[in-house]
């Protein structure tokens, strides 16, 4: 599977923005999707997941409450919402997928992920 991330850009503190991840290939419906974001000097973080049925979800505290991530089946396409932003938010965001065709309802953890996007960055200024 392919994955191609967009929607990143510069905004201000308390915006919104939509990142998109398209998956393109084979089987690509039989993946989980996970979002990561690395800081300049950080390690990467796993800001949220989402199963290959759309119905189980991860998000960590540091985002919960704050970011929504969705997926419409029919374009093969993995959103994250990100609302009241922070310039702590600010990092290359990349999409990645896992195969789970064992279970509709799985939730890769961080490390499980095989196949990866490039990043798009997201910069929020205070």
């Known amino acids: 599977v392919q994955l191609q991330a967009s929607g990143g850009g510069l905004v201000q503190a308390g915006d919104s923005l939509r990142l998109s991840c398209r998956l393109s290939g084979p089987q690509s419906s039989r993946y989980a999707v996970g979002w990561f974001r690395q800081a300049p000097g950080k390690e990467r973080e796993l800001v949220a997941a989402?199963?290959?049925?759309?119905?189980?979800?991860y998000y960590p505290d540091s985002v919960k409450g704050r970011f929504i991530i969705s997926r419409d089946k029919n374009s093969n396409t993995v959103y994250l919402q990100m609302n009241s932003l922070k310039p702590e938010d600010t990092a290359v965001y990349s999409c990645?997928?896992?195969?789970?065709?064992?279970?509709?309802?799985?939730?890769?953890?961080?490390?499980?992920?095989?196949?990866w996007g490039q990043g798009t960055q997201v910069t929020v200024s205070s």
């Open positions: 990645a997928a896992k195969d789970t065709i064992l279970s509709a309802s799985y939730v890769p953890d961080a490390i499980s992920y095989a196949n």
């Open positions: 989402i199963s290959r049925s759309g119905l189980d979800i």
